[in-house]
């Protein structure tokens, strides 16, 4: 198992290690069970996006009462019950599935369905409150966020994110070392594109095959703030697939389970 694990990818960026896991699983199934191993990559083909994709801008997503809702919930959050787990990374406070943006959610997944072309269900979802030292690293998310409302309850300012193309999962990723972020930004083939929300308005887009970004918020003013809303979906019917501790019981290799993920508990939030 050892040669396994040295073998194993890990890539710098935000919630890669799901990828990390793929690969593991997937180099794993090559050495010990050749003939199942294009069974597993094409079970994953529904989690790959169709590369014609375009982000797709959402003015007036949720009428007046909703936007006035989501605000005054951002407004009463106690942030000591809020996550700060993201606080040093993005500079942001989360707060996972609240009942009332689940209900949302779930009642918009027909329109999305509708918009992206597959029928889809709801995956996670949270508030996002990037505070004044508020920045997104470049990062392509596992396929939990394969489509992704974000959705600007409100802003100090304009804060612009950006997105590749759609771009195949970066496999066979060669480390270039700690100028990596810009070598991916700079990458003419990406062909990055910068989308601005007002308050009210939302984006969707296909956050586990597009890289995406926000430069650190500019601070103009007194406060600084860009608080966001993210609604994420799965192709439906594909829950159980997605969780990489159930890979061993679907492709039926008990094997598999022995396999420990390089990255470590962090793979535990897939579970979510
Ligand atoms: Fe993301």
Same mark, same amino acid.
């Given at each position: 198992?050892?040669?396994?694990?040295?073998?194993? +990818?890990?890539?710098? !960026?935000?919630d890669?290690p799901?990828?990390?896991?793929y690969?593991a699983?997937?180099?794993?199934?090559q050495v010990?069970?050749?003939?199942k191993?294009q069974?597993?990559v094409?079970a994953?083909?529904v989690?790959?996006?169709?590369?014609d994709?375009?982000?797709?801008?959402l003015?007036?997503l949720? $009428?007046?009462n909703?936007?006035?809702e989501l605000s005054?919930?951002?407004?009463?959050l106690?942030?000591r019950n809020?996550?700060?787990?993201e606080l040093?990374?993005?500079?942001?406070?989360?707060k996972w599935?609240?009942?009332?943006v689940?209900t949302?959610q779930?009642d918009l997944?027909e329109?999305?369905?509708?918009?992206?072309?597959e029928a889809?269900?709801?995956s *996670?979802?949270?508030?996002?409150? *990037?505070?004044?030292?508020?920045v997104?690293?470049?990062?392509m998310?596992?396929?939990? @966020?394969?489509w992704?409302?974000? *959705?600007?309850i409100?802003?100090s300012a304009v804060w612009?994110?950006y997105?590749?193309?759609i771009?195949?999962w970066?496999?066979?990723?060669?480390?270039p070392?700690?100028d990596?972020?810009?070598?991916i930004? @700079?990458e003419p083939?990406?062909r990055?594109?910068?989308?601005e929300?007002q308050?009210g308005e939302a984006?969707?887009f @296909?956050?586990s095959s597009q !890289?995406? *970004?926000?430069?650190?918020?500019e601070?103009?003013?007194e406060?600084?703030y860009?608080?966001?809303?993210?609604l994420?979906y799965i192709p439906a019917g594909?829950?159980?697939l +997605?969780v990489?501790a159930? !890979?061993?019981?679907?492709?039926?290799?008990?094997?598999?389970?022995?396999?420990?993920?390089?990255?470590? $508990?962090?793979v535990?939030?897939? $579970?979510?």
């Amino acid at each position: 198992m050892a040669a396994q694990h040295e073998r194993s +990818k890990s890539f710098p !960026w935000y919630d890669s290690p799901w990828l990390s896991a793929y690969l593991a699983a997937r180099e794993f199934i090559q050495v010990r069970c050749p003939q199942k191993e294009q069974e597993f990559v094409r079970a994953f083909d529904v989690f790959r996006t169709p590369p014609d994709f375009e982000v797709l801008h959402l003015p007036g997503l949720f $009428d007046d009462n909703v936007l006035a809702e989501l605000s005054s919930i951002v407004r009463d959050l106690d942030h000591r019950n809020a996550s700060t787990d993201e606080l040093v990374n993005f500079g942001r406070f989360v707060k996972w599935d609240l009942p009332y943006v689940t209900t949302l959610q779930e009642d918009l997944a027909e329109r999305v369905s509708e918009l992206v072309g597959e029928a889809v269900e709801p995956s *996670y979802n949270f508030l996002s409150l *990037y505070k004044e030292l508020g920045v997104c690293h470049v990062h392509m998310d596992a396929p939990f @966020s394969k489509w992704t409302i974000d *959705y600007c309850i409100e802003q100090s300012a304009v804060w612009p994110i950006y997105f590749s193309r759609i771009v195949p999962w970066p496999e066979d990723w060669v480390d270039p070392g700690p100028d990596w972020e810009n070598i991916i930004k @700079s990458e003419p083939a990406n062909r990055f594109r910068s989308f601005e929300m007002q308050e009210g308005e939302a984006l969707l887009f @296909s956050g586990s095959s597009q !890289w995406h *970004y926000r430069e650190p918020i500019e601070r103009r003013q007194e406060q600084n703030y860009c608080h966001l809303l993210f609604l994420h979906y799965i192709p439906a019917g594909t829950a159980d697939l +997605k969780v990489p501790a159930n !890979w061993a019981e679907i492709f039926d290799i008990p094997a598999l389970a022995e396999l420990a993920h390089p990255t470590g $508990d962090r793979v535990m939030r897939f $579970d979510k």
